[in-house]
Nanobody
Framework: QVQLVESGGGLVQAGESLRLSCAVS????????TGWFRQAPGKEREFVAG????GQRASKEARFTASRDNAKNTASLQVDDLQPEDTAVYYC???????????????????WGQGVQVTVSA
């Protein structure tokens, strides 16, 4: 069973940076795409950044950067210049595929972390 465990959320002030981590376990293959999503109260879950097993990246904005360490089976999300509107629960997610692509819809992702709260104060 694949498990994703996130860490690194918390309360930050506007303008600060934050790094979230995601540990992936339960499967030996590293051919998975990692996506980062967020969901604010009353809003739909949205894609913010992702990285494929080959290193391709995609992001909602340049201040969101996804990275990964295949040797450690971990993924990270760096968010710079945080703003109050970034307040949300952030999730890492993954799906396995031989194709190194980054899917945007949450429905494509098979495995999800528990989510971590990020709160940005003005």
């Amino acid at each position: 069973q694949v498990q994703l465990v996130e860490s690194g959320g918390g309360l930050v002030q506007a303008g600060e940076s934050l790094r979230l981590s995601c540990a992936v376990s339960g499967r030996t293959s590293t051919k998975y795409t990692t996506g980062w999503f967020r969901q604010a109260p009353g809003k739909e879950r949205e894609f913010v950044a992702g990285i494929s097993w080959s290193g391709q990246r995609a992001s909602k904005e340049a201040r969101f950067t996804a990275s990964r360490d295949n040797a450690k089976n971990t993924a990270s999300l760096q968010v710079d210049d945080l703003q109050p509107e970034d307040t949300a629960v952030y999730y890492c997610a993954a799906y396995y595929s031989d194709y190194a692509m980054i899917a945007l819809p949450p429905s494509r992702y098979e495995y999800w972390g528990q989510g971590v709260q990020v709160t940005v104060s003005a």
